[in-house]
């Protein structure tokens, strides 16, 4: 089995920070795990890495497509393994799509129903809120990982369910979860209420790094609030402003309130599906003891590799 790091997390938890100081001592290179980052030109809102930040490490699956292109967990899948597989260099996973890292690390085989962009266009007709009541009586399992507001991904578990005769939540629950690589996810933590100074602080810096015009330059180029890419905490609040029904002051006041919410899912969502090392990345004590088991595990793999 090939080896790789994984750094999840919910949101502003300083995810990019660590993986780069685990790149640089691990000499990896670095896949990013995040469904907006894939966007050219979706900088400020997805936190992107900087060109400074990523210095001389490799980064992948960040700025290779259009805003206006579909992305999905089967993509992140077929892309990510291919860059694990056909590599000898070690790598890391680094985000907090907890769906995309489940996909790529386990035996997730993914149905015709799953595969490709497509929806049911007859659903179309249905705001979202109706949407969300539909697939809440079809799949409440699902919906717990869908905010209303994701309009795709509601038509998506919808179009899955209705294609297959079975609700998305329990066509994963048939697969066997095994995983294809030797893993080990190190979560980053830390106490809530300094998390959420940490997304507050965040929002704010990206109002000041330009954001409202990240958002106006978009828009220009003909990216709409329907396109995959807007869908995003930090794009999809803005749909408001521009139709004049929001302050931007309301609208970086949501930003605030769903990504402290998104945090809040990330954590659910990760105790129960994944095997998570977690450590408070703001106690320097707890930080260098993970350093230090990466480090053990990533000799350990190393030797049982060379026998």
């Known amino acids: 089995m090939k080896k790789v790091l994984v750094i999840a997390g919910p949101t502003a938890?300083?995810?990019?920070?660590?993986?780069?100081?685990?790149?640089?001592?691990l000499n990896a290179e670095i896949i990013s795990g995040d469904s907006i980052q894939v966007y050219k030109g979706l900088d400020i809102g997805s936190g992107k890495v900087t060109k400074e930040e990523m210095g001389d490490i490799p980064h992948h699956l960040i700025d290779i497509l259009s805003p206006k292109?579909?992305?999905?967990?089967?993509?992140?899948?077929?892309?990510?393994?291919?860059?694990?597989d056909n590599t000898d260099t070690p790598m890391i996973i680094c985000g907090g799509t907890g769906l995309y890292l489940k996909a790529c690390l386990y035996d997730y085989t993914f149905n015709k129903e799953e595969e490709g962009p497509s929806t049911d266009p007859a659903l179309e007709q249905y705001s979202n809120e109706e949407l969300y009541e539909m697939l809440r009586k079809i799949d409440p399992v699902q919906l717990q990982k869908i905010h209303v507001n994701n309009?795709?991904?509601?038509?998506?578990?919808?179009?899955?369910?209705?294609?297959?005769?079975?609700?998305?939540?329990?066509?994963e629950r048939e697969q066997s979860h095994e995983m294809v690589y030797d893993a080990f996810i190190a979560g980053c933590t830390m106490d809530r209420a300094k998390l959420h100074e940490?997304?507050?602080?965040?929002?704010?810096?990206m109002f000041e790094a330009g954001l409202k015009q990240e958002i106006e330059r978009l828009l220009e180029e003909g990216v709409?609030?329907?396109?995959?890419?807007?869908?995003?905490?930090?794009?999809?609040?803005?749909?408001?402003?521009?139709?004049?029904n929001m302050s931007e002051d309301e609208v970086r006041e949501e930003i605030k309130k769903h990504s402290r919410q998104f945090a809040k899912r990330q954590y659910t969502w990760f105790n129960h599906q994944m095997?998570?090392?977690?450590?408070?990345?703001?106690?320097?004590?707890?930080?260098?003891?993970?350093?230090?088991?990466i480090e053990a595990?990533?000799?350990?793999?190393?030797?049982?590799?060379r026998n």
């Open 13 to 25: 938890a300083g995810k990019t920070g660590f993986s780069l100081v685990m790149a640089e001592k």
């Open 297 to 305: 595990w990533h000799k350990h793999v190393l030797r049982a590799e």
């Open 198 to 205: 940490r997304i507050n602080r965040r929002v704010d810096m």
């Open 69 to 84: 292109d579909s992305y999905s967990s089967a993509d992140f899948q077929h892309m990510a393994r291919e860059i694990i």
């Open 224 to 244: 709409t609030f329907t396109d995959a890419s807007m869908q995003g905490i930090g794009y999809w609040e803005w749909e408001a402003y521009f139709q004049g």
């Open 275 to 293: 095997p998570v090392h977690w450590f408070d990345i703001s106690d320097e004590k707890e930080t260098k003891n993970m350093i230090s088991e």
């Open 151 to 171: 309009r795709k991904r509601l038509m998506r578990s919808l179009t899955i369910a209705q294609r297959s005769g079975k609700a998305q939540s329990e066509i």
